[in-house]
Each structure stands twice: as C-alpha cells, then as structure tokens.
C-alpha cells in the first residue's frame, strides 16, 4: 500500500472557540492539499478531549477477564446504556499512560495489576474528536475482582464481573459488548491468547 501522504500540507486559516469546560469544543476553518494536486478549504467543529487509557483485565489462569459495567450518556440511544467495557481513564494529570492504567484498574475493579503489554494507541473518532487511546492487556487476579466501585466524586457507578474467555468472546459476537476499546481488546486476545500465555510464562 503506497501512502506518500507525509508531503501533504494543511494550515488553519480560522480557529474559533465554541466551549470551554472539562472537554473543548473549537471551530476550524482549514485548507489542505488533495489527492490530485489542489486544495480543499473545510469547516469542521473539533472535539478537543484528553487521551484515554484503556486496559483489559486478563487471569491466565482462571481463563478469566474481568470487565467493568457503568451507565454511558453517549449510549442512551441504544437499548441499553449499561455498557460492559474494559477499565478505563483519561489522561488529565502529570500520569504516565501506564500509571493510569494501574490507578484505574484499582479505582474501578479493585484490582492490582501485573505485567501490561501494549495492544494499541489508536483514534477512536478522529471525524470529530482529537482523542487518542492508550490500549493494554494486563495481568489480573480476577479472584480479587468483585462489586460495585467507582470515585463518588466523579459521579461513577461502577459494577465488576468476572467473565469467563469464551464467554466473552461471544458477547462480542453476538452485540452485548459494542463498545469500541473493549472490542478490539478481546478481539486481539482471541488472536493472540496463545502467544501470549508463552510470553508471559517467559
């Protein structure tokens, strides 16, 4: 695949603030070069979000994951806004992405974690948002993980369940989980479960 992109160009003729609160939201009025030698000048509002960190809870042993399950505002139009998704957090302080993943994991499993290894660092929705995340598989003791936990100060109302493999892997064959992080964290699992037990037996 030929992507000789790297010699595009764009600049930014306008940069507009439309709000200012714990997530900012700008207008861009930009110009890039395209495809066939031109320009495009283009409107577009910006999401501007802090990075996240995502981490899969994994026990070899017990053949286990351990997912969180909380209410989500941005999946009120589905039948079920209770998602069960992997531990998560942003990036909203002098933190390292590692350093994250071990607070949150604690913060909303109860859990220490192990080793991590890194899956991915991708852009969940770049049409609209500059968000990038950080994603993990971790070890786990899935035996430690159990009820309800979350930071009250953060409004977070957070359920445990310890979820066997397979299991897992069907519930995201079959839609239960539908959330992009936790997808692609059991999706690369499901690939790479035996290279990854080797690995960590190293």
């Not at 992507?3 to 160009?9: A, L, M, N, S």
């Not at 310890?162 to 992080?181: E, M």
Request: some cysteine; hydrophobic content about 40%; overall charge negative.
């Amino acid at each position: 695949m030929n992507r000789d992109t790297d010699r595009f160009q764009f600049r930014i003729d306008q940069h507009e603030s439309l709000y200012h609160g714990f997530y900012k939201m700008d207008r861009l009025t930009l110009t890039h070069q395209t495809f066939n030698g031109g320009e495009l000048t283009i409107q577009r509002e910006l999401m501007d979000r802090h990075d996240a960190v995502c981490v899969l809870l994994v026990d070899l042993a017990l053949n286990e994951v351990v997912l969180v399950e909380q209410f989500r505002v941005g999946a009120i139009k589905t039948p079920n806004p209770w998602l069960l998704e992997v531990v998560a957090g942003l990036i909203d302080k002098d933190e390292t992405p590692d350093e994250v993943a071990r607070r949150e994991a604690i913060e909303e499993a109860g859990v220490e974690l192990g080793r991590l290894h890194p899956i991915s660092h991708y852009l969940p929705s770049p049409g609209g948002s500059n968000e990038s995340v950080y994603l993990y598989v971790a070890e786990a003791d899935a035996s430690t993980a159990a009820g309800v936990h979350g930071l009250d100060d953060e409004g977070e109302d957070i359920r445990v369940h310890r979820v066997p493999f397979d299991d897992a892997f069907a519930a995201c064959r079959d839609g239960r989980i539908n959330n992009a992080a936790a997808l692609i964290a059991l999706q690369w699992l499901q690939l790479n479960l035996a290279w990854l037990r080797q690995h960590w037996s190293e």
